[in-house]
């Protein structure tokens, strides 16, 4: 029910974006009663509710849906199937004691400071935006230099203009959304400038968002300078060496009011580390077994928080799991330890989950370092899959059937991506 | 006189670069496409290109200043900003229904309308 | 008609400004940026120095150590963080240690208490962190960090609330003496004094310069600084020095009072008195540099960055003290260690001013006590719970990252904070990882609602730093034909 915090809990999901409602929802399926989201914002919904954009929803609601309704029709679900849910709520820590049981300390204007107590957990609390701090770019400071995503919300939600002559650093998603986004709203966007020789964002967004609208995307070069004293009034951009160094020699200033920044994103685990839980390095997000648990018992975990996605569907696909898990746990069931490392080899950048165990299917999900194709994907000697291309922006997935499991003797699974003519050694 | 149209495929994200030849308006051959897909993309683009559309419009008391729209089917490409210009001119009062049509007939399509994303209550 | 006109409401006219508001005296202070500390107080290292590192024969080197013992008061007084986590001078190379022998001389004759010679075992022990190769240190215990702008913030606060009145956005354009007054104009107003202190800081000669005097000139010298990631909390637990060099006392490793770690400043000298620019050189200098001292430091945990003026003299020490032109009192030329100096500076222009000829009577009401801005995230459990009980508003966050309650952003306008900045400055609300991307919309709300204006009127930090303009529907000139 909206609004209701109410005793004790099997699972309390901390955030209601689409990764928390997915994991309220995955626990109610594994016949948890008593289930509880937390979320910070005024509606739940996540960063959905700032993406009016269509592309969501094709493999979990089978039609195309904007991010308002994607959010919207998983919110519906999640009242129907009893979840509590209580906005505006901070979580400010969780503490735990021998038996396993958990409290969440929540902070919310009605409840003010309190404890509410749960078996299993499952954080979600999505992804934060890199800032200009991130990759230190040189200049004065003036206003006007603001993340896409801020931006987005700017626009979409609170109906006013970060600017009106704009330039845009990066070739993410919300970068290249944002740039149609603006010039619908009446603005000029200057041009995307991107550090390396490929777009971070999908094509469909490179054509529908840039190539519709005039908009230049100048590969291989980056924003070198920023001028202005108090508002921004212009930018040095310079193309890039092999070194990704500014070749300020080839320089030139593009006249703009506006930086928009679109150069990646950071999953938010400021809660996860206050709680010592493991994080990998390569996700930014904790280390998890494949029943997407952490390191600490009963604490599980999915969506952006996690690792960064690039489709809410797989974010969805993730969070059941994560929530029938949690659920399960919560029920007193407790699955034989994984005994199958997972080690990303060559251009794999990273996968989660981090171990496996012959028990059951896998989805493994990975990202590769640099574009390859065609190219084949290597699970050790196990199973062979070859993949047309694969590129930073777009996830891999693939299955791993028990089976095949089975028959592995080592402890340690390396993946890798090899061009297809090679073989693995 | 044959002509020629380059195209970036949208379908998946390897975004196949797509030549399609032409005489007038009659497509003589696609080039360069790896899937069937690829295909129909390029003479979709050729003789009809479409795109979705979402923006917002202006609400009065709700909780937010904008409500999030969308064009119910895709519209042809080279309208796209004066359907935007069109929708712009909307005042919207709350509370809205998701789904709730705030246009019929757009652009003199009979069955396009505009409808909203999402629901939003009244808040004075 | 005031007493005293302090023109710059920076660490120095702040400072002043408290310390006439013990006296039964008019006192006006004029800021030309639209809050107080904007200049190069926001920028500042916020260190309190022991006083060795200053030669004796200067001003700034027989104010610091007075100015520093004279924090312990104002602390108590005025409740601005403030903790004396002491310093470290390290030797790179056995050159460095005979300038360390002479440092610990020169200090104990200045004064400065506990000063100790470390060698390479006890800084290990003592700063684990620390690279290896490094040969000893001279500890000097007395050393402090402070918030800056907190620092300023406090002094108005009680300087205002002791009958100094503040004009921001009030910047002197002309200066005209007339019979034992000066008539000062701001685009809002004409004023008149019978003294006026300038302490316009990197500003100080061009405001002498209107009174006809051109005896100094200030040649702006700038320093950028890089704020590393918090997770490095507690990696270095004391201010690192390298041994000072003409210009600078070197790049630092900065334990700021909020315990985040900072690194910097450079040491370049500008034209541009606005120039807070950072640049690829300045990074690459640091970072080169600290990576030397402490090596797990690397430019990827910067979070963000920024660049203050020294207002250097071209006398290269303060300028304090009347002038040619009765009744105006040069301020000037505050550079390093002025941060730590303020307060002895602050005595030092109250005594001038009685020489000068000004009565200054003690206020009996005199209350010298600020109490502290609310800090949710530093409190205890217990504490959070009483302060929500109180006020719900302490249950709602505002910015995650800092951990900083609406009922913080509501003291923070409360106490003057009309821009971002301001609430960033005083809340921390923005002031962490993610610089405002979550919490920017919801201080704007607050503020917006609380000085009754829109979005688009606000801004970052006063005049042309808009922050946004308005959705314009259609006509817009830009509006590409369909």
Redesign the interface.
Known sequence: MLGRMEGKYDVVVIGGGPAGMGAALGARDSGSERVLILDRE??PGGIL?QC???GFGLHYFKE?L????Y??RFLENVIDQEVDLLSNSYVSGISYDSSGSKGVHVMNEKYGLSTVETKSVVLSMGCRERTRGAIRIPGTRPSGIITAGLAQKF??????LPGKRVAILGSGDIGLIMAR?L???GCEVVGVFEIMPYSNG???N???CL??FEIPLHLSTTVAYIHGKDRVEKITVAPVDEKLKPDMNRAWDIPCDTLLLSIGLIPENELSQSLGIKLDLLTGGPQVNSTLETSMPGVFTCGNVLHVHDLVDFVTRESLLAGQFAGEWAQGVRRPNDNIRLLPGNNVHYCVPHSLSPEREHTIYMRCQKPM?PCRLHIGDLKQKKL??V?P??MIMVKVKPELLEKFRGDTLRIDILPAEEKTD | MLEMEQY????????CPLQLTHEGENILEVFDY?CNRGLKYAKQEFSDPR??L???V?ISHA????L?V?VSAPIP?????????EI??LQIESPVK?GQVLMSNFLGEKDIEVVA???MERIS | MYDVAIIGGGVIGGSIARELSRFQLDTVLLEACAEVGFGTTKTNSGIIHPGHHSSPDTLKGQLVVRGNQLYDSLHQELNFGFRRIGEIVVAQSREDLPILEQLKKQGEEKGVPGLEMWDKARLQREEPNLSHTLLAALYAPSAGVINPYEFVFALLENAIANGVVLKVNSPVTKIEKREKILLLQTPGETLSARFVLNCAGVFSDKISQLVGLEDFTIHPRKGEEYMLDKRLKGLVRRLVFPVPKASTKGTLIIPTFDGTIMVGPTAEDTEDRYDASTTYEGSDRVFQFVNKICPSITERDTITEFAGLRAVSSTNDFIIGPTRVPGFINVAGIQSPGLTSAPAIAEYVRDILIEEGLLLEEKESFNPFVASPPRFAMLGLEKQRELIEKNSLFAKVACRCELVTEAEIHDAIDHGARTLDGIKFRSRAGMGRCQGGFCSIRCMDILAERLNQSFTDLSKRGSNSWIVTEMV??QHPK????
């Open positions: 005024p509606d509710l009016i954009h269509s195309e904007t991010g308002p309704e959010a919207e626009v979409n939600m609170k109906g006013v986004r010039v619908l709203e999908l094509t469909r490179v054509v529908q190539e519709d194709k047309r291309f590129v922006a777009e | 970036t495929c949208t379908n998946c994200p390897m975004g790896q795109r979705s979402s923006t917002t202006a909780r937010w200043a904008r999030p969308k490409k080279d309208r796209v900003i004066e359907a935007a210009r712009h001119q998701r994303l999402r629901s | 529907n259609e509006m590409r034909e369909g």
